[in-house]
């Protein structure tokens, strides 16, 4: 199995900043036949499933605010908030589908500072 | 916009079987494109992925929990299931349903509100 990491567990921004979080896969996530990386990023809210934000590791979701952003190649990823907003608060879950089993990073919890 | 929704018990007894449903709405699972899959998060915890299931009936399940999973599709009622079996208190969660844009390689696009199955006698 793909193991996904991820880096902090969790973190407190002040509103208007750049919050970030990293994730780092076990092993290459990349599919060559399409040059994509297989790698998404979720966000939940309490008391609601999972929202796709981020897939490609880079594409953003349509509808997505675009302070949310996702970069990165390889095995390092990183999730980036320009500029927080109050109703960005949630655990943000990385994921890899290149692979079966599918594979999510433990969580990380983004606060207001 | 298509919506999910599952349905089931939500109280198990130990060693039994946990049976759920996910209900398709706003597009056909026959329409092909999509992978239909289960995925559940255990109380506090992080995501864990079942399996997924094709509208051809075609299947892949995570290897940790593949001697105890079945899943099948219906099309006539847009409909998908999953089937656990031998249950344990391990297997106390929430458990969602999710379409999959595997095809185009495009994540986990919608997804239902969860399910909380208990484990208990």
């Known amino acids: 199995d793909i193991v996904m990491t991820q880096s902090p567990d969790s973190l407190a921004v002040s509103l208007g900043e750049r919050a970030t979080i990293n994730c780092k896969s076990s092993q290459s996530v990349f599919y060559s036949s399409n040059n994509k990386h297989y790698l998404a990023w979720y966000q939940q809210k309490p008391g609601q499933p999972p929202k796709l934000l981020i897939y490609w590791a880079s594409t953003r979701e349509s509808g997505v605010p675009d302070r949310f952003s996702g970069s990165g190649s390889g095995t390092d990823f990183t999730l980036t908030i320009s500029s927080l907003q109050a109703e960005d608060v949630a655990v943000y879950y990385c994921?890899?589908?290149?692979?079966?089993?599918?594979?999510f990073g433990q969580g990380a919890k983004l606060e207001i500072k | 916009q298509v919506q999910l929704q599952e349905s089931g018990p939500g109280l198990v007894k130990p060693s039994q079987t946990l049976s759920l449903t996910c209900t398709v709405s706003g597009g056909s699972i026959s329409s092909g494109g999509y992978y239909w899959n289960w995925i559940r998060q255990h109380p506090g915890k992080g995501l864990e992925w079942i399996g997924y299931i094709y509208y051809s009936g075609t299947t892949y399940f995570n290897p940790s929990l593949k001697s105890r999973i079945t899943m099948s599709v219906d099309t006539s009622k847009n409909q998908f299931s999953l089937k656990l079996s031998s249950v344990t208190a391990a297997d106390t969660a929430v458990y969602s349903c999710?379409?999959?844009?595997?095809?185009?390689?495009?994540?986990?696009?919608?997804w239902g509100r969860g399910i909380l199955v208990t484990v208990s006698s």
């Open positions: 999710a379409r999959d844009r595997r095809i185009t390689g495009r994540g986990l696009d919608s």
């Open positions: 994921q890899q589908y290149y692979s079966i089993p599918y594979t």
